[in-house]
């Protein structure tokens, strides 16, 4: 074989590798029942705040533990735990997408972004993102 055979070859395996790898880490957004069916696969979730629930975060007994509920885009809830502190504004977020996993009946979130409303943004939408201080543990309120 010629050396430009070699190449090609491996320029073909490597464009198929990252093309394939580009396929299995994009996500797209699940409900609750899809990460119910698959408890230790990672899943993104977009949803609004269900504010007749509370929301549980009291520094004081634990800073990185923050509850809430969720309402995903088909109309289940879900309790989610984050392991962080509760972010600034929380109430005011027009939606919410939360990525982690089901275990048990809550679901876990690594990382919380939300969608604030443009009036408390001069005009402008606003996105922000907070992560997780530790991994998610199994521990509930």
Avoid: W
């Avoid at 949803?47 to 007994?61: A, F, R």
């Avoid at 939360?98 to 604030?116: P, Q, R, V």
């Amino acid at each position: 074989m010629k050396k430009t055979h070699i190449i090609a070859i491996v320029l073909i395996a490597v464009a198929i590798g990252t093309i394939l790898s580009t396929f299995l880490d994009s996500s797209t957004y699940a409900s609750f029942a899809e990460a119910v069916e698959a408890p230790g696969q990672e899943f993104h979730v977009a949803g609004t705040l269900n504010l007749k629930k509370e929301m549980v975060y009291n520094p004081e007994q634990n800073a990185n533990l923050f509850s809430f509920y969720l309402v995903d885009r088909k109309g289940h809830e879900a309790h989610v735990l984050f392991n962080g502190s509760k972010p600034q504004d929380f109430e005011r977020s027009e939606s919410v997408v939360i990525t982690g996993k089901m275990k048990g009946e809550a679901f876990h979130a690594d990382k919380i972004l939300m969608k604030c409303p443009s009036k408390y943004n001069d005009g402008k939408e606003g996105l922000k993102e907070f992560k997780a201080d530790k991994p998610a543990q199994t521990t509930a309120l």
